[in-house]
């Protein structure tokens, strides 16, 4: 699961060795930050894997961060907001996804067809 916020970008998936767990991952240690601080654990540097920073946290505590997340939306437009929160070269590159994803939506297919 990728998830964005107004504090950064994540990949969740289940941890390799240990079910009740899963490995948060992200390209900066920011973006795991307050999932570190709510699960009281350590980022793990990982400089040679995909993502470069890690945590491992159970099931209730990414549900938790995540509805923490939700809670903390009090703006209208998210690449505005990330502007503010992570500054102009992070509002580009979520400006690049979101444009990659423009790709591949229902109106572009559609379009694309005639």
Same mark, same amino acid.
């Given at each position: ?22 490995? &948060? ?78 790709? &591949? ?10």
């Amino acid at each position: 699961m990728w998830v964005f916020t107004q504090e950064g970008f994540v990949s969740v998936v289940n941890h390799n060795r240990d079910d009740g767990k899963l490995t &948060v991952r992200a390209r900066d240690v920011r973006s795991l930050e307050s999932i570190a601080n709510l699960e009281e654990t350590e980022i793990i540097s990982t400089p040679h894997r995909d993502y470069e920073h890690r945590v491992f946290v159970s099931p209730g505590t990414y549900a938790e961060w995540l509805a923490g997340q939700v809670d903390t939306l009090n703006y209208s437009n998210f690449k505005d907001r990330v502007k503010v929160s992570r500054g102009k070269q992070w509002a580009a590159a979520c400006g690049g996804v979101w444009s990659t994803m423009l790709d &591949v939506s229902d109106t572009h297919k559609v379009a694309s067809l005639y």
